[in-house]
């Protein structure tokens, strides 16, 4: 199992321009999440999904926009970068209550650069 | 608003030594209080957690102190490594599954030789 896959690894964009990040897992989980983390500030939430087809806000969800089309992947969207959307951006998943643990696995990371 | 409080945001201590790290919520609605280790260029991953029923785990050299009364819960690391030396986020959450975790801002561990 590779667990929970991030694609890209790094990036860097210019102010304006748009990307999606790509977050798969091959665990069967029911629940993924997205959060940034930056120097100082811990992991903040940004959006997460309890199940295919859905999506809720987190604590930062400003800027961000998410889609939950397939169970496996979880996709983070900017529309329109800007430089305080530089940070290191984390997916991960759990499998949720049907499992019985709220154990969260986490992706190697995304690091972005907005200029 | 949901909060945990984590302290020191960064500890130094020498190998052998025993390092603590203390973690403050205010929601007492939570129950459930994990520990995430974080090395440099990798995502955080589960190290131990907690339920507050009992009022210490231990896994390993790895142990959760839980006070909740005070509202406080901590991660000691017996005889500490230089492995060891990492990021240490603690976190909370409301029922199983059914809310998300919110995590302290994080405390830096180095462990010198």
């Known amino acids: 199992n590779a667990g929970v896959t991030q694609t890209p690894k790094f990036r860097v964009l210019k102010t304006g321009q748009s990307m999606t990040l790509l977050c798969a897992q091959d665990?069967?989980?029911?629940?993924m999440y997205w959060y940034r983390q930056d120097p100082g500030m811990g992991l903040r939430l940004i959006h997460y999904?309890?199940?295919?087809?859905?999506?809720a806000k987190g604590e930062v969800p400003d800027g961000y926009n998410v889609s939950r089309l397939k169970k496996q992947n979880f996709l983070l969207g900017l529309e329109s970068a800007a430089p305080s959307q530089t940070s290191v951006y984390f997916c991960?998943?759990?499998?949720?209550?049907?499992?019985?643990?709220?154990?969260?696995?986490f992706g190697p990371g995304t690091r972005l650069t907005v200029l | 608003q949901q909060q945990v409080k984590q302290s020191p945001q960064s500890l130094i201590v020498q190998k052998g030594g025993i390092p603590i790290i203390n973690c403050a919520y205010e929601?007492?609605?939570?129950?459930?209080f994990p520990w995430y280790q974080q090395f440099p260029g990798k995502g955080p991953a589960l190290l131990i957690a907690?339920?507050?029923?009992?009022s210490e785990k231990k896994e390993g050299r790895f142990t959760i102190s839980f006070n909740k009364s005070a509202k406080q819960f901590s991660l000691h690391i017996m005889d500490s490594q230089p492995g060891d030396s990492a990021t240490y986020f603690c976190?909370?959450?409301?029922?199983?599954?059914?809310?998300?975790?919110?995590f302290g801002k994080g405390t830096m561990l180095l462990v010198s030789p």
């Open positions: 991960a998943s759990s499998p949720g209550v049907s499992q019985g643990t709220d154990t969260q696995y």
């Open positions: 665990m069967n989980h029911e629940y």
């Open positions: 999904s309890v199940g295919e087809g859905t999506t």
């Open positions: 929601n007492t609605a939570f129950d459930y």
């Open positions: 907690i339920r507050p029923d009992v």
């Open positions: 976190a909370a959450s409301i029922g199983l599954g059914y809310s998300t975790l919110t």
